[in-house]
């Protein structure tokens, strides 16, 4: 019992899933479609980057056989690696969703039995009584938006029309998901974050999975843009988790990024707010440096999914996967005897796919550390045998489900 590492690529999805179709999403791959285009030399872009994708850290660990195995494909123009040196596979999603907060909570041993909550397609998006109670109880002017849309795109449509009038723009999306978006300086950072306290409660009923606050800056729809001081306010997991294990055991839990929000909190002892991948990727080895044998640390890596997934952009989501790949070493570094360190997914996200929704795929799971041989671990049929490794290594109860991989 050394240290457990916890660590979600956001979207970063393998493709694969058995149960695709059901989601729109039979065909979605978002390594392999990603690869591919770099391979073809569609990916490339002047002053980002260029040519097949290079992530030679992740692939050595077994990246690239754990894609192969859940896709039939190895990822186009990487290497092939015979004998990966992490513990590789990839894991099924036993939950009925293909969002943030069902995967992180099933990957932590919680998988959903029962669905989220999804508002409708058609405008308005939201029951009368909901947004007639948030506006009594938050003072508001009234809304805009109410609608099914792209975050950026509806800042840049309604921005200005926010700044004039004083109506935040709520709007939602395939995800259960309520999203307001505000002003920092016209409507003011902490309004917004009470504006979603109020939206929340008001939300349970619903059952909708997260309130999400998506503060703006700028002076018009061309220089809107969103800021780092995003915040998830989500429901708490139905049942105890792998943070809940660990922090009653009396270990630190490092939550690093989104991850308080996603679990709203529960069984986190030490919060590391950081807005996107490179300040996460510092934060997450800071606490590397000041963790103690049985802590436990989790990050969410952000950028693939918010910024390049749901943007369709392929060339961006391969230079964040070629960043991240070339500050492993940095982590390597840091483990001491004992360590184990899971990488893996929560969903996908394919940037040439339809829409800008997540997509439906198997996730990769790699398990490393000093000491630690590599070998094939094959399909795992639900996301939770990561928390159950993770318990199992250090030395906490079994979680209610999943299945060590150690």
């Known amino acids: ?71 039939g494909a190895y990822p186009a123009g990487v290497e092939h690696v015979a004998e990966p040196e992490a513990i590789w596979g990839f894991a099924r999603e036993r939950s009925r969703g ?14 959903l039995r029962e669905a989220w909550g999804y508002f409708p397609t058609e405008e308005p998006a939201f029951p009368a009584e909901l947004t007639e109670a948030l506006i009594a109880e938050a003072g508001l002017p009234g809304i805009l938006g109410n609608t099914h849309a792209s975050g950026t795109a509806i800042i840049a449509e309604l921005g200005e029309e926010h700044v004039k009038t004083g109506k935040p723009i709520c709007y939602t999306s395939a995800d259960s998901v309520f999203q307001i978006a505000a002003h920092e300086e016209a409507f003011g950072l902490e309004r917004l974050y009470e504006t979603c306290r109020i939206a929340r409660k008001l939300c349970d009923p619903y059952r909708i999975g997260r309130v999400i606050a998506r503060p703006f800056t700028g002076d018009s729809a061309e220089t809107f843009a969103r800021t780092g001081n ?90 964040a996967l070629e960043a991240f790949d070339r500050r492993l070493p940095e982590l390597f570094a840091l483990l001491k005897p004992g360590d184990l360190v899971i990488l893996t997914a929560d969903h996908g996200n394919d940037p040439t796919w339809v829409g800008t929704d997540h997509t439906r795929e198997t996730v990769p799971v790699l398990a490393f550390g000093p000491g630690i041989e590599g070998r094939p671990a094959g399909e795992l049929s639900t996301y939770a045998d990561v928390g159950q490794t993770l318990s199992a290594h250090l030395a906490l109860p079994p979680l209610a489900a999943g299945a060590s991989l150690i």
């Not at 457990?4 to 393998?14: A, E």
């Not at 995967?103 to 932590?108: C, I, N, P, T, V």
């Not at 300040?279 to 080895?285: C, E, G, I, W, Y």
């Open 98 to 111: 293909k969002d943030t907060t069902t995967g992180h909570w099933e990957l932590a041993g919680c998988p």
């Open 230 to 319: 995003r915040r998830d306010f989500s429901v708490p997991p139905p049942a105890r988790t792998l943070l809940d294990e660990a922090k009653e055991a009396g270990r630190d839990v490092w939550a690093i990024g989104k991850i308080s929000d996603i679990f709203a909190g529960h069984g986190v002892t030490q919060t590391l707010k950081a807005p996107e991948n490179e300040s996460q990727f510092d934060k997450t080895l800071e606490a590397a440096r000041s963790a103690k044998d049985g802590d436990l640390i989790v990050t969410n890596f952000i950028d693939f999914d918010q910024i390049f997934g749901h943007r369709r952009d392929p060339a961006g989501y391969a230079a």
């Open 1 to 71: 019992m050394a240290r457990g590492f916890f660590l979600v690529m956001d979207s970063v999805g393998i493709g694969g899933a058995k149960d695709a179709a059901d989601f729109g999403d039979e065909g979605a791959n978002t390594l392999g479609h990603i690869a591919e285009r770099c391979a073809n030399g569609e990916a490339d872009r002047a002053g980002l980057r260029q040519g097949p994708l290079n992530i030679p850290n992740m692939n050595r660990l077994g990246l690239g056989r754990a894609a192969e195995a859940a896709s």
